[in-house]
């Protein structure tokens, strides 16, 4: 009865190893892809920074970069589900400090032009 038991449990043991795999194995690929979403945050902060975050929406752009480090820190301690949070809550700030960057500088692209026309009309019309 006693090596029935242990036969049983080596067997069981056996059924089971494959699914330990199969668990751990998508535990790497989650910190893999963990990782490149990461990296898609870094370069999604570099581009608000490149559209003029800093200057139009550094609220949004500090916010990308404290949830990016936040991420960085989970990941490290191996909270990969608290990391994924952080890191689309990074993305999804470095997205709009982008936007509204770019918003911003468009509305004063469309100021001056009205200012341009307005002049050019006072130079028509006086002459």
């Given amino acids: 009865m006693h090596n029935m038991i242990k036969r049983r449990g080596g067997l069981y043991g056996l059924l ?12 790497g690929a989650n910190s893999d892809a ?3 979403d990461i990296a898609r945050a870094e370069m999604a902060i570099n581009e608000a920074r490149e559209a003029d975050a800093s ?3 550094p609220l949004e752009l500090k916010l990308a970069r404290d949830n990016l480090q936040n991420a ?7 909270g990969y589900d608290e990391a994924r949070r952080f890191v689309e809550k ?3 700030d470095a997205k709009l400090a982008e ?10 692209t469309a100021q001056q032009l009205r200012e341009n026309i307005e002049t ?3 130079e028509l019309f006086n002459k």
């Fill in 16 to 27: 089971c190893f494959p699914f330990f795999l199969i668990l751990v194995g998508c535990g």
């Fill in 34 to 36: 963990l990782q490149r």
């Fill in 55 to 57: 200057e139009y929406a």
């Fill in 72 to 78: 960085r820190k989970a990941f490290a301690g191996k």
């Fill in 90 to 92: 990074a993305l999804m």
């Fill in 99 to 108: 936007a509204k960057a770019r918003t911003e500088k468009t509305k004063q």
């Fill in 120 to 122: 050019l009309e006072q």
